[in-house]
């Protein structure tokens, strides 16, 4: 997976459960992706999810801007 469709399925994941955040940055490194988005009230929000299967990366995106909202 490269950048873009990163980004894709981070943008995928935010409008598929109506969540208020929009990406700011999808960056890949060793450990996996790190991953920016900004909150609609809070700023900005980062987290890194390993590098994965895509279902297996939709849900760690899901799951930590859940943890975020």
């Known amino acids: 997976m490269n950048t873009d469709e990163m980004e894709a399925l981070v943008r995928s994941v935010i409008v598929h459960h109506g969540l208020p955040f929009s990406p700011v940055s999808v960056v890949e490194t060793t450990e996996g992706w790190n991953i920016v988005v900004r909150a609609d009230t809070a700023g ?26």
Do not use: D, G
């Open 44 to 69: 900005n929000v980062a987290f890194t999810i390993p590098a994965s299967r895509p279902t297996a990366m939709r849900i760690a995106v899901h799951e930590r801007l859940e943890a975020a909202r």
